[in-house]
Structures are given as C-alpha cells and as structure tokens.
C-alpha cells in the first residue's frame, strides 16, 4: 500500500467516525435534530450509523487490507466482513432517505 493510499485510508476512516460521533454528541444520544452547516440533520442515530459503517468498512477495511496475503482465509474473511458493513452503510442510507422525505413546497399560481 503506497502512502497515497495509507493517507486516504486513514482521513476516510477519521472522517466518518468523527462525524458519527458530532451527530450523536449534538443529537444528545438521537433525541434531539442537530444542526450541521446550519441544515437539520433527522435520524441522527441512523445517521450515525450510516457513517460508522462507512468509516470502518472504507478507512479500516482499506487499512487493514494488506495484513494477510492475497487468496489467504484472513483476506477472505476481511474482504467479507468490509462487504458486510457497506452494505450495512448503503442500506442504513438507503432508510435514512426514505424515511424523512424532503418536503415539497407549494407554488403560488400567479
């Protein structure tokens, strides 16, 4: 793994952990909406867990991939468990678009 790699790896992880973490501590552990670039952010517990998923499945995964030899049941098994918690990121992403639609604004017929 060159450094470019190492360095992408390492900010992907940080970056969705951190931010899964400033949505809980601002949610209040998801009883509360927060706020993030002034914009409400619903399901923040959903959320969370979107980004703690996507964190450790890109960043961790992608750090952790070049551990065990190639075709080895330690890379077979690292390459499942990231599939896994991806999918669990689409899909976590997948309900948090789904279940607070955007709401539509009425025009004024003029």
Same mark, same amino acid.
């Given at each position: 793994?060159?450094? /470019?790699? &190492?360095?992408l790896a390492a900010v992907a992880a940080v970056a969705n952990l951190?931010?899964?973490? /400033?949505? &809980?501590a601002k949610s209040r552990g998801g009883t509360a909406v927060p706020r993030i670039f002034g914009r409400p952010q619903p399901s923040?517990?959903?959320r969370a867990v979107t980004h703690i998923c996507l964190g450790l499945g890109l960043g961790v995964g992608w750090l952790v991939e070049d551990v065990f030899p190639p075709h080895s049941l330690g890379d077979e098994v690292v390459f499942t468990v990231v599939m896994i918690l991806l999918a669990a990121g689409v899909v976590t992403a997948l309900l948090s678009a789904f279940r607070h639609p955007r709401?539509?604004?009425?025009?004024?017929?003029?």
């Open positions: 793994m060159g450094s /470019v790699d &190492l360095v951190a931010l899964a973490a /400033v949505l &809980l923040p517990r959903l709401p539509v604004r009425d025009k004024v017929a003029s």
